[in-house]
């Protein structure tokens, strides 16, 4: 936001250049007039000591008083709506706006705080309004062009932001702030290399800000580059140790690198310092759940659904966990949990099916399966598991079908084959069977076992002995 600097003639110190001088002269002034200092100039150095200092309750009491002695100064009105703006009291800043406006309509500035409070009350089109006004009175005005780029962003106008942006870096190259909006908004156009050139090139000038090291690190990581992003997430946290986020993403980091321990451990630090992370309590699971250490696994996602009960994939990681302790009836009740709150998931659907078969409920199976070939049909897996299931039952025609679905879809899936050439074997049409043997045995030899423990009175069959040999 632009500062109070234009309002007088030599530009006072920035906050961190105030010693405790200062404060205590501000202090005794304050005492020995109370609140009723008279004095113009000294009302506008306070206000502008209480604004860098963020103590806008104070600066808006002065600023009142200001206007008392100079009600028509268009800089005075403009010092209020900045203050109430920071104090969230949107629509009475915009209301002093008006009457610095009315006072003198060719200030720039004011349409510049002006914009800023709209884009802040989400008025975009507005806001946009503002800063075009402020910059056909000034068309080079930098803080004008800068908050213009950065309401862009807000509306998704990625493009047009980063033209902006451009623009201001044609006229001052060392504007560090552009470089990091335009890095951020090369990010969301995909153009990971020139977002990383940007945060470069903003980290060359402020290679402090942790928020810059951070969002570099999340590029680098949508690049795959996972051990370079690692390395920016660790510049943020030595800038700024209690950062949650930086802590989650690396875990993220060194969970696609394979390195889950140390995934997990980057994990707990996020959870000291952010115990309701729910994201990092289910990112913690699947480390452990990654590892075999299902019951830590369980653990970590019953942390995750007490912060989040609606939090489905917890349901899901916690129902596998359970499956894979042979305890289907948990399994199962997770599943169903997770499916109530999203039930057009076709993993979860399967899941369930697998549970309620391992269940022996193999009707409710057969219509769970059925469930997720509705929603994913052309998964070949799913065509074989049902049609496997209907074979076990002795719906021979409907298993069928579903085999050559799921053949047509993966024209080599070996245990479909299998399946089906024992349907026709059922049928009694060994030439048939024979075809399917020979692929089913051609692709996992480990079936010429299975034939001979389940058919051995067909061993010695002619049509099969042939393939045997082989």
């Not at 902006?164 to 190259?173: A, G, S, V």
């Not at 969301?188 to 810059?212: G, M, T, V």
């Not at 690692?230 to 943020?236: F, L, R």
């Not at 952010?274 to 699947?286: F, K, Q, R, Y």
């Amino acid at each position: 936001m632009p500062n109070f600097d234009n309002f007088d003639d030599d530009p006072l110190p920035r906050p961190n250049d105030r010693s405790d001088d200062d404060l205590r002269r501000f202090r005794e002034q304050l005492k020995n007039g109370e609140k009723d200092i008279n004095n113009t100039e000294a009302l506008e150095e306070i206000i502008q000591f209480y604004f860098e200092h963020e103590q806008f309750e104070e600066a808006l009491h002065f600023v009142e008083r200001l206007l008392s002695f100079e009600p028509f100064s268009s800089d005075a009105w403009q010092r209020k709506g900045m203050i109430l703006n920071n104090l969230y009291r949107y629509d009475e800043a915009l209301a002093c706006y008006q009457k610095a406006l009315s006072l003198n309509p060719t200030d720039a500035e004011i349409y510049v705080n002006q914009g800023i409070t709209l884009d802040n009350l989400n008025r975009t089109d507005e806001s946009l309004a503002s800063f075009n006004e402020a910059l056909e009175l000034e068309p080079n005005f930098e803080e004008a062009l800068f908050h213009k780029g950065v309401t862009l962003e807000k509306m998704e106008r990625f493009n047009e932001a980063v033209n902006i942006f451009r623009r201001i870096l044609d006229m001052n190259p060392e504007h560090i702030d552009a470089w990091y909006e335009l890095g951020y908004c090369y990010d969301f156009l995909d153009e990971f290399e020139q977002s990383i050139k940007c945060y470069d090139e903003h980290l060359n000038r402020d290679p402090y800000n942790y928020n810059a090291w951070y969002n570099r690190g999340i590029v680098l990581n949508r690049m795959g580059k996972y051990l370079n992003a690692i390395e920016s997430y660790d510049m943020a946290i030595a800038i700024r140790e209690d950062f949650p986020s930086a802590w989650y993403n690396k875990g993220n980091a060194y969970a696609h690198l394979g390195r889950l321990y140390d995934a997990i451990s980057c994990f707990k630090q996020t959870l000291q310092l952010e115990p309701g992370d729910v994201p990092a309590w289910h990112n913690l699971g699947n480390a452990y759940e990654e590892l075999g250490l299902y019951n830590d696994a369980i653990w970590a996602f019953t942390n995750a659904l007490k912060y989040d009960p609606h939090h489905y994939e917890s349901y899901f990681g916690r129902g596998c966990c359970f499956d894979a302790l042979e305890d289907p009836k948990k399994a199962l009740t997770d599943y169903k949990a997770g499916l109530a709150l999203q039930p057009d998931y076709p993993e979860l659907w399967y899941a369930r099916a697998d549970a309620e078969y391992n269940l022996g409920r193999i009707e409710e199976s057969l219509e769970s399966y059925k469930k997720v070939l509705q929603l994913d049909p052309n998964n070949a897996e799913a065509w074989f598991d049902y049609g496997d299931t209907l074979y076990e039952v002795g719906e021979v025609k409907e298993a069928e079908e579903a085999l050559q679905q799921c053949i047509t879809l993966a024209q080599r899936f070996a245990p479909a084959h299998y399946t089906l050439a024992k349907i026709h074997i059922l049928l009694h049409n060994y030439t048939k069977a024979a075809a399917s043997l020979a692929i089913a045995f051609d692709v996992e030899p480990e079936f010429k076992r299975r034939f001979r423990k389940d058919f051995p009175d067909l061993k010695n069959e002619p049509t099969f002995q042939r393939l045997l040999r082989k």
